[in-house]
């Protein structure tokens, strides 16, 4: 019995499948892991360079018409649906009067009659992106006139590509968001700011 053991611990037949079943779990979710990460890397810098050149077709006279803010966006979402063909995109444009405002998003100037902090009784104000009434932000849903600053944004949200990953707490889909401020084209003379008394 003595010289059974001595041989069976001498025995190394087997220990690499052992050895690579302890092992192989780990490693394939690392690689998971890394391949999950890398594909996220990649779509934010595809979506933030979808996104450049859709502002820059945007800020042409011809893209003013809603036809052609179609065409552009449908271009961003294509390129986005190449690489994850259930995400769900969603473009926005805010025109402000200057870039000093888009930068800051600042209320819309009035003056202060009666030195309470905000727009009422009355008060005249400068309705600088022509909503008709005083707004906190000075921006406007819509692609703006000639020299308008531009905030263009994309937010798109897609599945992960290994649902693995809710395993270690992350969530089951991937979200994120891009954007970018350009000027338009002065192809033609701004928009005059328009006058207006608060409510």
């Given at each position: 019995?003595?010289g059974?053991?001595?041989?069976?611990?001498r025995?190394?037949?087997?220990?690499?499948i052992?050895?690579f079943?302890?092992?192989?779990?780990?490693?394939?979710l690392?690689?998971?892991?890394?391949?999950?990460l890398?594909?996220?890397?990649?779509?934010q810098?595809?979506?933030?360079?979808?996104l450049?050149?859709?502002?820059?077709?945007?800020?042409?006279?011809?893209?003013?018409?809603?036809?052609?803010?179609t065409?552009?966006?449908?271009?961003?979402?294509?390129?986005?649906?190449n690489l994850?063909?259930?995400?769900?995109v969603?473009?926005?444009?805010?025109?402000?009067?200057?870039?000093?405002?888009?930068a800051?998003?600042s209320?819309?100037?009035?003056?202060?009659?009666?030195?309470n902090?905000t727009?009422?009784?009355?008060?005249?104000?400068?309705?600088?992106?022509?909503?008709?009434?005083?707004?906190?932000?000075?921006?406007?849903?819509?692609?703006?006139?000639?020299?308008?600053?531009?905030?263009?944004?994309?937010?798109?949200?897609?599945?992960?590509?290994?649902?693995?990953?809710?395993?270690?707490?992350?969530?089951?889909?991937?979200?994120?968001n891009?954007?970018?401020?350009?000027?338009?084209?002065?192809?033609?003379?701004?928009?005059?700011?328009a006058?207006?008394?608060?409510l």
């Amino acid at each position: 019995m003595k010289g059974h053991l001595h041989c069976l611990c001498r025995q190394d037949q087997g220990a690499t499948i052992v050895e690579f079943g302890l092992v192989a779990p780990v490693f394939c979710l690392l690689l998971m892991g890394v391949l999950d990460l890398g594909h996220s890397l990649y779509m934010q810098s595809v979506l933030q360079g979808a996104l450049q050149k859709a502002a820059r077709d945007s800020t042409l006279e011809s893209a003013s018409e809603a036809t052609q803010r179609t065409l552009i966006d449908g271009a961003v979402e294509q390129q986005i649906k190449n690489l994850a063909n259930n995400a769900t995109v969603k473009i926005t444009r805010t025109a402000f009067r200057d870039y000093g405002r888009a930068a800051n998003r600042s209320k819309e100037p009035f003056t202060d009659t009666n030195h309470n902090g905000t727009c009422d009784a009355g008060e005249p104000y400068d309705d600088l992106n022509n909503s008709k009434s005083w707004d906190v932000d000075n921006g406007q849903n819509s692609a703006g006139g000639a020299k308008d600053t531009i905030l263009l944004s994309a937010d798109i949200s897609y599945p992960r590509l290994f649902p693995m990953a809710t395993l270690a707490g992350l969530p089951a889909n991937v979200t994120m968001n891009a954007s970018t401020v350009l000027v338009n084209q002065p192809y033609g003379e701004q928009k005059a700011i328009a006058k207006g008394n608060c409510l």
